[in-house]
């Protein structure tokens, strides 16, 4: 998943930072409310961690404001992109001024990384119809265990071919854009280009030989990965 974490707390942000790329997520990083707003309004994610008590700008005496003027303007312009609320403020009113802004879920501080993770895969599996365990034609996908296996044995794959095909199967049957794949698949500080895509994936059609899947190319369209006929 491509995920925004906008949080202000040094400290959590890097811990969190370091969880979510551990599990093999994509992360870009916003500490002000200036920073998430623009991030969140030109890339694309699969989810975003929201905390509530943000600086306006990273100028130190910019002041506080609250991260649902954020949520509220994403909201406002029809983008429906799965919200996790992280926040000390656990009181019931404010839990419910968070959810009536727009957020999908709420978790108070402080929280177990476990649990941050748990509660993001149920949002997106919410939101885009995924399903924790995904067959097609042999191939499999247990999406908690992060694991691939074709006849039930493990299909190894570097880290940007897992990724491709984590996202062709997320959900399987649809068709997948160059631009759509390139921009889940990077972050700020690593773009995908289409030249690298197309060698990711023509990697993965040699590894998926004999699999009863096949990626098949959709001229001006994209990537669609199928069972064979």
Excluded: C
Aim: proline share 3%; glycine share 8%.
């Amino acid at each position: 998943m491509r995920i925004l974490l906008v949080e202000d707390d040094l400290v959590l942000r890097d811990v969190m930072l370091r969880s979510l790329r551990d599990a093999g997520h994509r992360v870009d990083v916003a500490g002000a409310l200036d920073e998430a707003e623009y991030l969140w309004r030109v890339q694309q994610f699969d989810a975003v961690l929201l905390d509530l008590n943000l600086p306006h700008s990273a100028h130190p005496r910019s002041g506080l404001g609250s991260g649902l003027t954020v949520l509220r303007a994403a909201r406002s312009r029809g983008d429906q992109t799965p919200v996790l609320v992280l926040t000390a403020r656990n009181r019931t009113d404010e839990r419910i001024a968070g959810l009536n802004a727009g957020a999908d879920d709420y978790l108070g501080k402080p929280f177990d990384l476990a649990e941050v993770e748990a509660r993001l895969r149920a949002l997106v599996r919410r939101t885009q119809g995924t399903q924790d365990q995904v067959q097609v034609g042999r191939l499999s996908l247990d999406r908690h265990a992060r694991r691939f296996r074709i006849d039930g044995d493990d299909l190894e794959l570097p880290a940007r071919e897992f990724e491709v095909l984590w996202e062709l199967m997320t959900p399987a049957g649809r068709v997948v854009s160059k631009r759509s794949l390139s921009a889940k698949l990077s972050d700020l500080e690593d773009a995908l280009g289409d030249n690298a895509l197309e060698a990711f994936v023509s990697r993965l059609r040699r590894k998926l030989a004999g699999s009863g899947v096949q990626i098949r190319t959709l001229r001006g369209l994209g990537y669609l990965l199928e069972a064979e006929a």
